[in-house]
């Protein structure tokens, strides 16, 4: 079956030091793959995305994230948390040629600590 | 560019009642998408749309939840009757078709419509 895994439910990170949330996948083919953040009583907002090329992709607010065909993941990484870094963070993945189905992970809340 | 439109924000019914949500998406986007979120974890998908044609509805509990989204454009998603356990946030989101017009796929969501069922 194909899925999105975040294996940890919330990170806490002291504000300057660097951060990471982890995402793996488990999908045939080769998908699209996307953060996204979700701030209290907001929608998504997308972060960025891995298509094609380089394997670290730049998003906004200063985050990266680096695919690893290998390991078939796709970790969210920041050098220096910042405390409005506080939300929920959630890694999905797009098959594109199969309806464009869309798969999410469970979702990492962050914690950044002042 | 306008972003995804959403209504209401927020909706409280007793158990048994109807509630309808709407959404208006980003013009020129070919998918729509409702997912279903509870309080902390990750968005459910119920309905895909791709123009005015239903992709994925597997996880839509047809007996009392249906959704349609007319000329292709508006979606209105629909709960009758209602039951506690649809106490949560119904996120629309859309799509512009991954290579249609140079489309990479990201979904944009509506601030969601916050749903309390006592």
């Known amino acids: 079956a194909q899925s999105v895994a975040q294996p940890e439910d919330q990170v806490n990170v002291a504000e300057g030091n660097p951060l990471t949330v982890k995402c793996t996948y488990s999908?045939?083919?080769?998908?699209?793959l996307f953060w996204y953040v979700q701030y209290p009583n907001r929608g998504l907002q997308f972060l960025l995305k891995?298509?094609?090329?380089?394997?670290l992709v730049k998003g906004s607010y200063g985050f990266e994230a680096e695919f690893n065909k290998s390991q078939t993941s796709f970790h969210l990484k920041k050098p220096s948390a910042l405390v409005s870094d506080s939300a929920l963070y959630f890694c999905?993945?797009?098959?594109?040629?199969?309806?464009?189905?869309?798969?999410f992970g469970k979702g990492t809340r962050l914690h950044i600590l002042p | 560019e306008a972003g995804v439109a959403q209504s209401p924000r927020y909706k409280i019914i007793e158990k048994r009642q109807s509630v309808a949500f709407w959404c208006n998406p980003i013009?020129?986007?070919?998918?729509l998408y409702w997912y279903q979120q509870i309080l902390g974890q990750g968005p459910k998908l119920l309905i895909q749309?791709?123009?005015?044609?239903?992709?994925?509805d597997s996880q839509l509990p047809k007996d009392r939840f249906s959704a349609e989204r007319l000329k292709g454009v508006d979606s209105t998603l629909k709960i009758q009757p209602a039951k506690l356990e649809d106490s949560a946030v119904y996120l629309c989101?859309?799509?512009?078709?991954?290579?249609?017009?140079?489309?990479?796929?990201?979904?944009?969501f509506g601030e969601g419509s916050r749903l309390t069922v006592l």
């Open positions: 989101a859309s799509s512009s078709m991954i290579g249609s017009g140079g489309g990479t796929g990201e979904l944009f």
């Open positions: 999908v045939s083919g080769n998908p699209y």
């Open positions: 891995y298509i094609t090329g380089d394997n």
């Open positions: 999905a993945v797009r098959l594109p040629n199969r309806d464009d189905k869309i798969i």
């Open positions: 013009s020129g986007h070919a998918t």
């Open positions: 749309f791709q123009n005015n044609g239903v992709v994925d």
